[in-house]
């Protein structure tokens, strides 16, 4: 029983090569097919990216179950990622390369269609990434970015400029209240006093 947990099936060089390939292939399916993928927005993404673990597991594993087989597997796939790392945080510009560039979805409350269709997002998906950074529309927005990793950047709209004065002149008439309080409290001590 000892044996056959930790007997390899196939060679070693072969056990380190096959995860290093399925590796590389999906990084580059996901690079192709967008960043829609990474995002995860909605169920039929999710069971993608659940299935597509399943799909590559014979195509890292092989024919083989072993103990020994799992651990050369599983630090190939870490070493190839470190590497990979490495290599592109010394390249940044390759790095920008693979990684792709930012959507912008939302510029000045107006939604970007031609963005949206690009990404293959509806404008359902979109709200429903406003509603999770706490906003109900789009007009609420300053930019909306979605990220080459996936991830959404979301930046509020900044008060107008009426709003930010009405702030300031709100905040300098509490201020003088709050003196006129502390000098009518002061004369009335004074006369208390006299």
């Not at 007997?7 to 070693?12: A, D, G, R, S, V």
């Not at 169920?43 to 195509?59: E, K």
Request: with cysteine; aromatic share 6%; glycine share 6%.
């Amino acid at each position: 029983m000892i044996e056959s947990m930790f007997h390899l099936h196939m060679p070693i060089l072969e056990k380190i090569l096959r995860p290093m390939i399925v590796y590389v292939c999906l990084i580059l399916f996901l690079r192709l097919f967008g960043k829609r993928e990474l995002a995860q927005l909605n169920p039929f993404d999710l069971v993608v990216l659940l299935s597509l673990s399943n799909t590559v597991q014979n195509a890292i594993i092989g024919d083989d179950n072993s103990v020994t087989g799992g651990i050369i597997g599983a630090f190939s796939l870490l070493t190839v990622n470190w590497f990979l790392s490495w290599f592109l945080y010394r390249m940044p510009k390759l790095n920008q390369a693979l990684e792709g560039s930012e959507t912008v979805l939302i510029r000045h409350g107006v939604i970007d269609t031609v963005a949206l269709d690009k990404e293959k997002m509806t404008e359902l998906e979109l709200r429903e990434v406003l509603h999770k950074q706490g906003l109900s529309d789009p007009s609420e927005v300053e930019k909306c970015v979605l990220e080459p990793s996936g991830n959404f950047y979301v930046e509020h709209m900044t008060p107008s400029r009426d709003d930010a004065e009405r702030s300031e002149l709100m905040r300098a008439v509490e201020s003088l209240t709050r003196e006129v309080k502390e000098m009518r409290a002061e004369l009335a001590s004074r006369g208390a006093v006299a």
